[in-house]
């Protein structure tokens, strides 16, 4: 969508900056930068937080409401979904695959979104649709209350449906959190070198 692109690009001239002090405002690098403003790379929500809070720039001149709207929407149920799928795989029992591991990765990364992007919503005061529903019927700390039961009962499942998983192949787990405890360990000294 080179649209976007072309209106952030706009923006950062008026502001009279160069690429890489919007890489250093932000948590982007040069490169993702020039692809985003040429149309290369479709921003997400996220990374047009990024680019509204470094040109000092309402999001909503961004991304419509309603868009917002509708990706908290859409990252909830995604969630909810994701989560049912563990739960049925827990209770009627699926042998583990190599895939499963990748699903678990997807996951993480979608909870992730999740919390972000609802960090920016309610920055917004944009409400969540599901959430304003049950708030709705009820009152705010039914709601909250559901919310961190949702959370607690992810984390949960996720934790039951790992430790499962390692029971039937550990070679394969063991394998795996060697690898995410090198990536872990990588973005830490990425992110501290970035700090200083």
């Not at 900056?17 to 890489?23: D, F, H, P, R, T």
């Not at 049925?88 to 190599?98: A, D, M, T």
């Not at 394998?175 to 990588?186: E, G, H, M, N, Q």
Request: net charge positive; with cysteine; aromatic share 12%.
């Amino acid at each position: 969508m080179q649209l976007i692109g072309q209106k952030l690009r706009i923006i950062r001239y008026s502001k009279d900056l160069k690429i890489s002090e919007v890489a250093d405002l932000t948590d982007l690098t040069v490169k993702e930068i020039e692809q985003i403003e040429s149309g290369y790379i479709l921003p997400d929500t996220v990374k047009l937080d990024q680019f509204s809070r470094a040109y000092d720039v309402p999001l909503e001149n961004l991304i419509p409401k309603q868009k917002l709207q509708s990706q908290l929407l859409w990252y909830t149920i995604g969630g909810i979904l994701i989560i049912l799928f563990y739960l049925v795989n827990i209770l009627y029992g699926n042998n583990f695959n190599s895939s499963d591991i990748f699903l678990t990765m997807f996951t993480i990364q979608l909870m992730g979104m999740m919390v972000k992007i609802n960090k920016i919503t309610s920055r917004l005061n944009i409400h969540n649709p599901i959430l304003f529903f049950i708030e709705k019927h009820t009152n705010k700390t039914v709601t909250k209350i559901i919310t961190y039961l949702f959370f607690i009962i992810s984390a949960i499942t996720i934790l039951i449906y790992w430790i499962k998983s390692i029971m039937a192949e550990p070679i394969i787990c063991s394998s795996l959190l060697v690898f995410l405890v090198i990536i872990l360990t990588i973005a830490y000294f990425t992110n501290k070198k970035r700090l200083r």
